[in-house]
């Protein structure tokens, strides 16, 4: 299995707070994705990552930003959670390294509540 | 219209039964296509690519139509261990760094 782990995996919230998820590989993979998933959506890219302070927008990046100082952490921030920010977010890496063709390998997820 | 449309299910079909699942795309100019697979409450895993010919991998086989922007993936002897939800992927329309994800079909194996 690809190295990558999320943390923390589960998190509980109120309305307002700041939160902060972590993805970490140890593959040395260049590009990073954040999803998220919520039933009748499906998987929605947030935001990704093409190298080290490389960043770019996805889909549904509104109240979300992201970081990468390290080739190794993509973090993920909600600012100012809201409810309908409770979901179950997803970190992936590209299976090549590079530009993905095709096989993301995905972390096991953070379930996130917004109270 | 979503870019990637799937039959959300469930199907719920025997074991040794043969099901299939249809997936839509909007684009034409998609040139990748993929189905994943997702246990619940676990994360998705690259099942098998899709290619123009048609191709398989033991007992799946994925069918990619362009001219109708329909992709398909069949199961045939369905084991209990197939009960999951399968995913239909597209690479991203503007962008081949991102992929596109469909709600994807649930399937449930009965004994």
């Known amino acids: 299995d690809a190295g990558i782990t999320q943390s923390p995996r589960h998190k509980v919230t109120e309305t307002g707070t700041p939160v902060t998820l972590r993805c970490h590989q140890t593959?040395?993979?260049?590009?990073m994705y954040w999803y998220r998933q919520d039933p009748g959506h499906g998987l929605r890219l947030i935001h990704y990552s093409y190298g080290v302070k490389d960043t770019d927008k996805g889909e549904v990046s509104d109240g979300y930003s992201v970081s990468r100082s390290k080739t190794e952490d993509f973090l993920l921030t909600l600012e100012s959670a809201t409810s309908s920010q409770t979901s179950v977010y997803f970190c992936?890496?590209?299976?090549?390294?590079?530009?993905?063709?095709?096989?993301?390998?995905f972390g096991e997820g953070s379930r996130l509540t917004v109270l | 219209r979503k870019e990637v449309e799937q039959d959300p299910g469930p199907f719920n079909v025997p074991e040794g039964a043969t099901v299939a699942f249809n997936c839509t795309y909007s684009?034409?100019?998609?040139?990748?296509f993929f189905w994943y697979r997702q246990d619940c409450r676990k994360e998705p895993k690259l099942l098998m690519s899709?290619?123009?010919s048609g191709n398989e991998d033991g007992r799946f086989t994925a069918q990619l139509n362009r001219a109708s922007q329909y992709i398909s993936l069949l199961i045939r002897d369905s084991k209990l261990s197939d009960s999951a939800t399968y995913l239909c992927?597209?690479?991203?329309?503007?962008?081949?760094?991102?992929?596109?994800f469909g709600t994807g079909t649930r399937l449930q194996v009965f004994p």
């Open positions: 593959e040395n993979h260049r590009y």
């Open positions: 992936a890496i590209s299976g090549t390294g590079g530009r993905v063709t095709g096989e993301l390998f």
């Open positions: 992927v597209v690479n991203g329309f503007y962008n081949t760094d991102k992929l596109i």
């Open positions: 899709v290619y123009s």
């Open positions: 684009n034409s100019a998609s040139q990748s």
